[in-house]
């Protein structure tokens, strides 16, 4: 069982993804975010398939650049994490739409995915304006922004919110990375070693 989803995780996380974008859909009254929140999953799923299997790669590259050869098994096994945080991100925000500190979560993981992958054009230098990933990231940056601008002209939320709702995104997200390096066999703490590295190279 654990093979199995360690090599379907992709697959079982779209169909999971799915149900939740289908059964939710159908619902009527649904509040201005809640129907953005439902865009966003439905482009997290395509941002999956886009960066680890059609084009795909971005795995590839975090390998290139900490120099470990990642197996098939690994960047299958690497969904894992990465699917159990996007279902968080769809499931509670949705559920939750009247708590803003949920909506900036999903506002700054937006964020977080667009500067990424526009920063690994010149982190991995890739022969094209594009990293494996790129074009969901930027879309999933452009509902993060929506969602922010819907979130301040109601005058929705307060400063804890703003900031709290922020700092947990970043905190889930480190986790994510952390699970992931050690995935392939590394410390979390040396990312930022291999990255010093990868910019001064020429």
């Known amino acids: 069982m654990k093979r199995f989803i360690k090599h379907y995780a992709l697959e079982i996380y779209t169909v999971l993804a799915l149900l939740f974008i289908t059964s939710t859909a159908l619902m009527d009254g649904l509040s201005f975010v809640q129907k953005l929140l439902i865009f966003d999953a439905l482009i997290f799923v395509f941002h999956e ?24 098994e690994m960047k299958r096994a690497s969904r894992i994490p990465a699917g159990i945080l996007l279902l968080l991100l769809s499931i509670v925000p949705f559920v939750c739409h009247d708590m803003p500190l949920f909506t900036m979560m999903v506002v700054t993981f937006g964020f977080i ?90």
Request: aromatic letters at 14%.
């Open 49 to 72: 398939w886009e960066e680890g299997h059609y084009p795909g790669g971005f795995t590839n590259l975090i390998g290139g650049l900490i120099h470990v050869e990642v197996s098939n």
């Open 113 to 202: 995915e667009s500067f990424v992958h526009t920063m690994g054009i010149r982190l991995f230098r890739t022969k094209h304006f594009y990293t494996p990933g790129m074009i969901t990231a930027l879309i999933e940056g452009g509902i993060g922004l929506a969602l922010l601008v819907y979130l301040i002209n109601n005058h929705l939320g307060t400063w804890p919110d703003y900031v709290f709702g922020p700092l947990l995104m970043f905190v889930c997200f480190a986790t994510l990375q952390k699970i992931e390096t050690l995935l392939v066999g590394i410390h979390y703490s040396d990312m930022p070693k291999y990255i010093r590295q990868q910019w001064k190279r020429k």
